[in-house]
């Protein structure tokens, strides 16, 4: 029970931390790839506390509860996911929970937005639900790759069966679905070569731009979970999960900077070359790894 | 009290609605809200009271039946209840329009005859009801004349065509087994040869697919919806469009039985109509992000739902027919929020249904707002509104079975969802509100009421859905399925249990935590909506809101595919038969001469034929 209780408060806590951690990471990474020195680690902790204490607009209600449920969201979410041997809500539905609830996060966001009347915002939600569209596609054809073949929507049950059987990624039905998946993490987590949504010298950075003082900070942290969620979700999938945190903090850390390496050396898409990108490859890559599964499992 | 009793009230409250009319309008609402409030109360306590009496038997010397087991009162229920709240949303969305007393018979009178259709215990009273159904629809579809009446001829075409292909079906039981009546037939069908059960499903298919608008009998159900008077449209979709499910419940659980239905065609068949249903999802939801008129996005989604429901009930697992049975009410509780949502927005901007001409109403039709945000959330299937439950019912069965790609099939639809609401929402209630709508008002009361009941439906049967499940795990169980493991609030199962109550509590808690560190912030300054970041440029006050195109890079990719195929190649025939008939008229001119003409034509060449030939 006490355990239980702990699960629930630890478990957001130290995703919490990793992602505002990889947000530091991330710029610190990309500047040095650029040949800048950048900010220090602690740079996003800083920025959140400073815009605490600022001061802030607000264009209504739904502007307010847009973004709380925003954050409220991506925060449900990490309870849903393995970390180590936590999920504080393992039989609540699985995956397809998971999956709807990955929802509420850009829902808000958009929702709340909506109500601050600016053609930006409205432009850069589009954007967004677009690229969502974009690497749904792929991803629900991964995800039900996955599904089938450990028939289960447990994503608890994925990471015990991987725990018998070895990882995913190197098994041979779900290497295809895992390669896409990897291809398509820098579109989930809205990185470099996807960062169509904000695009600062185009559209202002979209549904950010009438957010200011506490909107932004949490803003911010809902970009941290998110950041956590996206790679998460892919440790636990095809990389076995993790019997203790710091291991399963360890696979996402080598996650995330080889998809940050790779992607810093490319420059922004544009909306449609974004979306045909993510219906080419990793969706191809994702089709044929779910026959590869169906045939796998005649 | 009896069935009949209750098709009387039901009748006889429509017709007397309209001779009340005649002497007071006031009385006439009145009573018309208290008929349609009398029937919800009268289904509801008939819950779990079999019934079932032959109450007259002269009709071609075949006894009619009327009948109430766990499925049809299910249906009956839902039929009440939306009609009552789509009366009462009428009673200001009609006021001061011509012919109310009209409107006010039809709409009762769909009512009453879908309560028949699904108490009917035979078939010659369920095509009956079927026939009344269909004809006062169409009168309601066109009330409004001018581009309604196409749209109500498309459909009655249709829709004929349908009844035309079940009256062959009928007949054909019929001489084969000599009663028409539903616990009859069923136990003589099973020794029916495979072939002939296939044909009866062929045409059965085509009634019911008609009704239900399944791809690719689908293409009258856009206009038909977008054309007809609000609370009428939510009457449509929302559940006289399902009497085509309950069509395809009753032939193929009932009558025919799951295990031949599972059978027929060496197992084909169900899989093809479960495709049809995967087909049904994808095409029609994309085809609603392309559209600007805020009923025709809503009726798209009307046919992309109904393919949810198709894909459960084929698949013919006690999972799938749960979801899909589910998917109905739950479908019906939130298009038909929807459409009065839209109803009421129409109803304070004088008929303004563009998409692209509105904006802002948030501010102005909060409550209205928060039903259209409930409806959307219900609709696309978020956790904690009845539409998710129901969804990964038949998410869960699909992939358990192993058929990824109708899942996929199915995910995929949920994100076409997603866009089209979400530009629906925004466009409508969201942005900047323009000068033209300052002044306008809420919704008056009695268009609110059923736009709250409905919202509250919404969520209670997200988060308690095992009200709702009861009920249907007792029809899934007299359908010969195995029962599932059912609790108010949620499914246990080994493969994975749902559990509503813990995603509620999460939800609640963690938005709570939220909400106080949000307030423990410096509290934020109110704004203007004019005061937005502009580059410090000027901030236009008449249209400074991004709609048009609102997904444009994503039409430029996808518009090219989706042509509604279908629906050209109906028209095609259409314009051919019109040009064929055209020709004909020249000849039968009606003209005398030409007539007198045709007969010495005729008289002179068959003269010329005994000249030459001397044949006779």
């Keep these: 029970m006490v355990m239980g209780v702990v699960e629930y408060i630890l478990s957001p806590l130290l995703a919490l931390i990793i992602g505002i951690f990889f947000l530091g990471l991330s710029r610190k990474i990309m500047a040095r790839i650029h040949w800048r020195y950048g900010p220090p680690l602690t740079q996003p902790i800083i920025d959140i506390i ?14 307010n509860l847009g973004i709380i449920l925003s954050l409220a969201g991506s925060i449900v979410v990490v309870l849903f996911m393995p970390f180590g041997q936590m999920c504080p809500l393992s039989s609540s539905g699985g995956l397809l929970v998971i999956l709807y609830m990955m929802l509420l996060g850009p829902l808000g966001i958009a929702l709340s937005g909506g109500e601050g009347a600016n053609p930006n915002i409205s432009i850069g939600i589009s954007r967004k639900l677009i690229l969502a569209l974009g690497y749904e596609v792929p991803l629900l054809l991964i995800l039900l790759a996955v599904m089938t073949h450990y028939e289960t929507i447990s994503i608890v049950e994925v990471v015990k069966k991987q725990q018998h059987a070895g990882w995913s990624f190197i098994s041979l039905p779900l290497l295809l679905p895992g390669i ?8 989930i987590l809205g990185l470099r070569p996807f960062e169509v949504v904000q695009a600062p010298q185009e559209i202002a950075s979209g549904p950010m731009v009438e957010y200011g003082g506490k909107f932004l900070a949490f803003a911010t942290i809902q970009h941290a979970f998110s950041l956590f969620i996206g790679i998460a979700l892919f440790v636990n999938l095809f990389l076995g999960g993790a019997s203790n945190p710091v291991t399963f903090f360890i696979k996402m850390l080598v996650v995330f900077i080889l998809g940050l390496f790779i992607n810093a050396a490319f420059p922004r898409f544009r909306i449609e070359q974004a979306v045909k990108y993510l219906w080419r490859w990793p969706t191809l890559l994702a089709f044929v790894g779910l026959i590869v599964v169906l045939i796998i499992r005649r | 009290m009896s069935l009949e009793l209750l098709l009387i009230i039901a009748f006889g409250g429509a017709f007397l609605t309209y001779l009340l009319g005649k002497i007071s309008s006031g009385l006439r609402d009145s009573f018309a809200v208290f008929i349609s409030l009398a029937l919800v109360a009268v289904i509801a306590f008939l819950y779990g009271k079999p019934l079932h009496k032959a109450f007259y038997s002269g009709f071609l010397g075949l006894p009619l039946v009327l009948r109430l087991n766990m499925l049809s009162w299910f249906f009956a229920i839902t039929i009440a209840v939306v009609g009552a709240l789509s009366i009462i949303f009428s009673l200001s969305y009609i006021k001061g329009r ?35 159904m269909s004809w006062s629809a169409f009168l309601l579809i066109s009330y409004n004349r001018g ?128 495709w049809i249903g995967a087909i049904n999802i994808v095409i029609p939801t994309f085809i609603a992000m392309l559209q600007n008129d805020s009923k025709r996005l809503l009726a798209w989604h009307g046919v992309g739902q109904g393919g949810y429901m198709v894909l459960g009930v084929a698949l ?35 008929g303004i249904r563009d998409l692209n001409s509105l904006g802002g109403l948030i501010k102005r039709m909060p409550i209205t707002f928060i039903g259209a945000l409930i409806g959307v959330c219900g609709l696309i299937g978020l956790p904690l509104t009845n539409g998710f439950v129901s969804k990964w019912l ?52 009695s268009m609110q009421f059923p736009i709250i009941i409905l919202s509250l439906i919404i969520i209670l049967f997200g988060i308690f859905p095992g009200i709702p499940l009861k009920v249907i795990n007792c029809i899934v169980t007299s359908f010969g399925l195995q029962s599932l493991n059912i609790n108010i609030w949620g499914i246990g199962s080994e493969t994975g249990a749902l559990n509503t109550i813990n995603i509620f509590a999460a939800v609640l808690a963690v938005g709570l935590m939220v909400w ?17 970041y502009a580059a410090g440029a000027a901030i236009p006050r008449e249209k400074y809101h991004y709609t048009v195109d609102f997904y444009k890079p994503l039409y430029r990719m996808i518009s090219p595919y989706l042509r509604d195929v279908i629906d050209e190649f109906y028209s095609w025939i259409a314009t051919g038969v019109k040009g064929l008939c055209n020709g004909i008229r020249h000849v039968y001119t009606g003209d005398v001469g030409y007539y007198v003409m045709y007969i010495i034509l005729f008289l002179s060449s068959l003269i010329f034929v005994q000249i030459m030939w001397g044949i006779w």
């Design chain 1, 50 to 63: 400073k815009l605490f204490s600022q001061k802030s607009g607000s264009h209504g209600s739904l502007f």
């Design chain 1, 180 to 187: 896409a998946y990897f291809l398509i993490l820098p579109a």
């Design chain 2, 98 to 132: 011509e012919r109310t007393d009209f409107y006010y018979l039809m709409m009762l009178l769909v009512n009453a005859s879908m309560l028949g259709i699904v108490l009917s215990g035979d078939l010659v009273s369920f095509y009956i009801f079927w026939e009344i």
């Design chain 2, 147 to 274: 581009p309604a009446l196409a749209a109500g001829m498309k459909y009655i075409i249709m829709s004929i065509i349908g009844s035309t292909a079940m009256l062959v079906g009928m007949l054909s039981l019929y001489a084969s087994y000599g009663t028409l009546s539903i616990s009859e037939i069923a136990p003589q069908i099973a020794s029916a040869s495979p072939g002939y059960i296939l044909f009866l499903s062929v045409l059965f298919f085509v009634a019911f697919g008609i009704k239900n608008a399944v791809w690719p009998f689908h293409t009258w159900l856009p206009p038909a919806h977008s054309e007809a008077p609000s609370p009428f449209s939510a009457v449509l979709s929302g559940i006289l469009v399902r009497m085509g499910m309950y069509g395809f419940l009753l032939f193929f659980f009932v009558i025919v039985g799951s295990k031949i239905f599972l059978g027929l065609g060496r197992g084909s068949f169900h899989y093809i109509l479960a």
């Design chain 2, 316 to 350: 013919g697992t006690s999972l799938g027919v749960t979801g899909g049975i589910f998917h109905i009410v739950n479908h019906t509780s939130y298009i038909a929020l929807l459409f009065l949502v839209v109803g009421a927005v129409e109803y304070r901007t004088n």
């Design chain 2, 394 to 445: 038949i998410y869960k069965s699909l992939i358990l079975q192993g058929h990824p790609f109708l899942a996929f099939g199915a995910l995929i639809g949920t994100w076409g969802t997603i866009l089209s609401l979400y530009k629906f929402l925004h466009n409508m209630f969201l942005g900047q509100l323009p000068e033209r709508y300052n002044g306008i008002k809420k919704a008056p009361v």
């Design chain 2, 516 to 532: 106080l560190v949000f307030r423990a912030g410096r509290k934020a300054e109110p704004l203007p909506q004019e005061d937005t």
